[in-house]
């Protein structure tokens, strides 16, 4: 009697088709294999009522012959059909009635369906053509005979090189649909179909961007739908949905990456593929820099993600026994050694493996011929592996992979140069080779540009090409993270208390401004009771009585002249009409009905008085206090953060607005601290510094 | 399942408890005419087997439960005994085996023979590989009504089989359906799938895929063929527990 190899139960005889009737009933009792715990499952009783019977849609819709509903989700609802004129079958989607009711919802579908109508590439759904009728509004797509990712991923764990091909395809297609300038925005096992042979097909391109409200936030427009879809969104796709670029896709391929390869999400403070299973350490780096919260800190196209799964693939850790593609000269190291250290300068081992990734070219300022690439040195060759752009429209439609092998032996010379703001790698070969594709500066000598955060990988590579060709070692370090981290730690410590200074004094002198002010307030009220306004001129009010006193201190021959010309200056200006007195012996002028500061200033009229200083007005004083004093609090932010290690954008504006001289504090030493401040902060190594802490890396 | 656009969720049933037959049978003013009959006879024909086992775990001989099934079929749809039976309150297993065990005890040979024409048989059921398939004697572990119960449920699983071969076939996927069949209850894990895979000539890719919606296909056809038999939806669960424990799950 035969046994059932799932149960181990004994089959009876009688079981139809020699199954086994228990796991079948078992079967039967399971849930639905499909999206059974997805979160999309909230979709309440009455919308999937909403769907339309295939019978009623064949009638709307005669071209069609609709054979089943196939799928409900929170975009609509999609149906197998049959074209019978064209004897295919399509996919019918029919948009959910809650996104026609949106104000234009026409013209975007109109104009979003056309758009995709022209995404012709193997690994995307087609569409075919798009309609509306009696208020539906339908999408007619290419029919896949396969199951989505996430049900393959329930029937059971997929290889991992499986997965990696998997991935390799979607990159494919977003990159080609990101040429287009097509942004998918809505990645997630879902819509990643597999069809029979196990192609991958991405369905639903850019619909996402269709069904949300651009009058509302992302939270709003159907929480339904973006319940299921929130672990795969890029942060900026939840903060700032306007701004969504093609690097949004990217973010969200590597969550399918990571769940694909360790069954999870990347969840907080997640593990990288490596931590969990040390096979997929090559991968680390591809998951970790999918998943940076900066788009700009993200791989920038999708074939860059390509290449470096294609370069994890081939990675000697991630098949310990035979390398795949044959091209690889990786020679398997033997299980029992321990594996090498990476830093260690030891002369070229068997496993010892460098890869760069480089750029030729500058995707923003349209250098010609863009080209991306990674170099990788082997035990007996340099390997460069690279994609072009086409120049007119940075696209990989009409650019070229390529790949270039460069045996050690005709290497010449290694050089590389840790710029300002360039990173330079120089391979100067002896190679007949004329790298034909790969832009290079001249012949007999290949130039690459290293990015800042891979410089310390290729100083391994060089150290290591210099060393395994016999040239001395550059004087340059290589840094472990930890000691450069250390370093960058004790140096913006320093930074952070020289701005925390800067910023005391603004705080403290506020108060203080504010004293003096009210200091300043009260002299200025007494001033017409005693103030010297000449050396030899004293201008008195006597208090109790409205009379004022003129007094000239020593009675010479020009302080007479000056008696002479104050009494007639004020008789003048009829201020003494009757009242004016004149004592020539003691020189004093006495003025009825009249206030000192009437005095001063018919005196200040005819030149007689040096000019008083002029009050500055109390609203300016407040005001331009009080903004020093903001300016302080921020600056003490500024240092916390540079303290602590967060925020690096708001330490660095923080470290521009101590240059600022409108400021006490930018006087009183803010401009030295503000130009150390930025140049610290923009080193890279104080970046990462940051970034490592920061809550969310 | 297939094709699945968006956040698929296939297998999900409609909300309102669409018509089955045993229900149409239920609801049938005059089972003796009109669409109740028609449900009626249909189901007899999917379930007659589980009669057939019922009657020789009792001891009968293969003549006599052939006769015996034959007449009783005729006499259930004929003369409308279902709603003597109160259908209304049972699902259709239990009403059956009851309507079969009264009619046994008021059975006569001969003479229900004579009243159907004279041995002429209005039912083409092989009953040739019924009798094939039965073990010859008796089984001592098993009552009749467990055998009943017990045959009645490869029947239905029999008959979802075919519902999904039938669909298959519709689809143009018979031949693969034929050759994947038998690995419908095997393991499901990547290795196993390599095996197929290798073992039929497929690339595995083809393989998860198809046992993953086959699988789907056949668990919605087992449920479907339960539906057919039962008033309410709830009853699904209940009958698949029974079924197990008859199995032995």
């Known amino acids: 009697m035969a046994t059932c190899p799932n149960c181990q139960r004994e089959i009876p005889a009688d079981a139809p088709a020699g199954l086994c009737p228990v796991c079948a009933i078992g079967l039967a009792r399971s849930k639905p294999r499909n999206a059974a715990d997805l979160p999309t499952r909230a ?29 409900i989700g929170g975009m609509g609802a999609v149906y197998r059909a049959r074209q019978p004129k064209l004897d295919r079958p399509v996919a019918l989607k029919i948009m959910s009635s809650q996104f026609a009711r949106q104000p234009a919802f026409a013209e975007r579908f109109a104009r979003e369906a056309r758009t995709l109508a022209r995404l012709n590439h193997p690994q995307i759904v087609s569409v075919f053509d798009f309609g509306e009728v009696n208020g539906l509004y339908y999408l007619v797509m290419e029919y896949v005979d396969g199951i989505n990712l996430r049900d393959a991923i329930a029937a059971g764990k ?41 192609r991958v097909k ?15 936030p992302v ?36 969550v399918v990456l990571y769940e694909l390869l360790t069954g999870e999400l990347p969840m907080g403070r997640f593990q990288l593929p490596g931590e969990k299973q040390p096979r997929y350490a090559p991968l680390d780096d591809v998951v970790a820099r999918t998943l940076e919260k900066e788009p700009q800190r993200r791989y920038q196209q999708a074939s860059e ?27 398997a190291e033997p299980v029992a050694q321990p594996p090498q250290p990476k830093d260690s300068h030891s002369p070229l081992s068997k496993t010892a493996e460098y890869t760069v990734p480089f750029r030729i070219g500058n995707p923003k300022t349209g250098y010609w011929n863009q080209t991306d690439g990674m170099l990788s040195l082997y035990r007996d060759e340099l390997v460069i592996h690279y994609t072009t752009r086409d120049p007119f429209f940075n696209s990989r439609l009409f650019g070229h992979d390529g790949e270039h092998h460069l045996p050690l032996a005709q290497i010449a010379g290694a050089e590389f140069q840790e710029g300002w703001c360039s990173h330079p790698l120089t391979v100067k070969h002896k190679s007949p080779n004329d790298f034909r594709g790969l832009p290079s500066e001249k012949r007999g000598s290949l130039r690459f540009q290293i990015a800042t955060e891979d410089m310390e990988e290729a100083k391994r590579l060089i150290s290591h090409l210099r060393n395994a060709i016999g040239q001395p070692p550059l004087p340059f370090t290589i840094d472990k993270p930890e000691a450069r981290q250390a370093r960058a730690r004790r140096r913006l410590s ?5 701005m925390g200074l800067v910023g005391l004094v603004n705080t403290a002198i506020f108060p203080l401004l504010l004293i003096g002010l009210f200091f300043f307030r009260t002299e200025v009220s007494s001033l017409p009771q005693s103030l010297d306004l000449d050396s030899d001129i004293k201008i008195e009010s006597t208090s109790g009585s409205s009379k004022i006193k003129v007094t000239i201190d020593s009675l010479d021959e020009q302080s007479q002249n ?52 002029e009050e500055i007005p109390v609203w300016a004083q407040v005001s331009s206090s009080l903004l020093m004093f903001v300016i302080g609090l921020l600056l003490l932010t500024g240092a916390h953060c540079i303290l602590s290690l967060r925020h690096w954008g708001w330490a660095l504006s923080m470290a521009i607005l101590c240059i600022v001289p409108i400021h006490i504090g930018a006087i009183l030493g803010g401009i030295p601290v503000g130009i150390w401040a930025l140049v610290e902060l923009s080193r890279y190594s104080n970046r990462t510094a940051f970034n490592l802490d920061s809550p969310a890396a | 399942m297939s094709s699945s656009h968006d956040d698929i969720e296939a297998g999900k049933q409609r909300p309102h408890f669409a018509t089955t037959q045993w229900s149409l049978v239920a609801a049938a003013a005059e089972p003796a005419a009109g669409p109740g009959r028609a449900a009626l006879e249909q189901l007899c024909q999917q379930y007659w087997q589980p009669l057939y086992a019922w009657l020789r775990q009792s001891g009968s001989s293969h003549e006599d439960a052939e006769d015996l099934v034959q007449s009783f079929l005729l006499d259930t749809i004929d003369s409308g005994r279902v709603e003597r039976a109160d259908p209304s309150r049972g699902r259709f297993r239990t009403f059956l085996l009851a309507s079969l065990k009264h009619y046994r005890a008021n059975w006569r040979r001969g003479e229900q023979t004579l009243k159907r024409g004279g041995g002429v048989e209005r039912w083409s059921l092989d009953f040739a590989q019924a009798g094939k398939s039965w073990p010859g004697e008796p089984s001592d572990r098993e009552t009749p009504d467990r055998q009943f119960d017990r045959k009645w449920a490869l029947c239905l699983i029999e008959n979802s089989l075919q519902r999904v071969a039938a669909k298959s076939e519709a689809k143009g996927r018979g031949d693969l359906f034929a050759r994947l069949k038998p690995y419908l209850t095997g393991a499901d894990d990547a290795d196993s799938h390599e095996r197929v895979a290798s073992e039929l000539g497929l690339t595995v890719g083809a393989v998860r895929v198809a046992l993953h919606r086959w699988r789907e296909e056949w668990r919605r056809a087992i449920r479907e063929e339960i539906r057919q038999t039962v008033l309410e939806e709830a009853e699904i669960e209940d009958e698949l527990a029974h079924l197990m424990s008859v199995l032995g799950g």
Request: proline share 6%; net charge negative.
């Open chain 1, 43 to 71: 979709f309440s009783s009455e919308e999937s009522e909403d769907a339309p019977s295939p019978e009623m849609l064949t009638r709307l819709l005669p071209q069609f012959q609709v054979e089943e509903l196939i799928g």
């Open chain 1, 158 to 198: 997929l290889p991992a090189d499986e997965v990696l091909q998997i991935v390799q395809q979607v990159c494919e297609a977003l990159q080609f649909a990101h040429d287009q300038g097509v942004v998918h925005r809505d990645i997630k096992p879902e819509n990643i179909l597999l069809d029979q042979r196990g």
């Open chain 1, 202 to 216: 991405i369905a639903d391109f850019g619909l996402a961007k269709l069904t949300a409200d651009p009058q509302l």
């Open chain 1, 219 to 254: 939270s709003l427009t159907g929480t339904r739908q973006v319940l299921g879809t929130f672990n795969y969104m890029a942060p900026e796709q939840i903060e700032k949905p306007g701004s969504v670029d093609h690097r949004a896709d990217i973010y969200s391929l590597g």
């Open chain 1, 305 to 331: 993600v390509r290449t470096a799964v294609e370069m994890a693939r081939s990675d000697s850790r991630f098949h310990p026994v035979q390398p795949i593609g044959g091209r690889r000269p990786v020679v």
């Open chain 1, 494 to 498: 320093w930074l952070g208390i020289a």
């Open chain 1, 562 to 613: 000056e008696e002479a010309s104050v009494k007639s200056a004020l008789e003048l200006a009829e201020l003494a009409e009757g009242d004016v007195t004149t004592q020539a012996d003691t020189g004093e002028v006495k003025s009825d009905n009249k206030q000192p500061s009437d005095a001063i200033e018919i005196l200040n009229d005819f030149g007689l008085l040096s000019t008083p200083e």
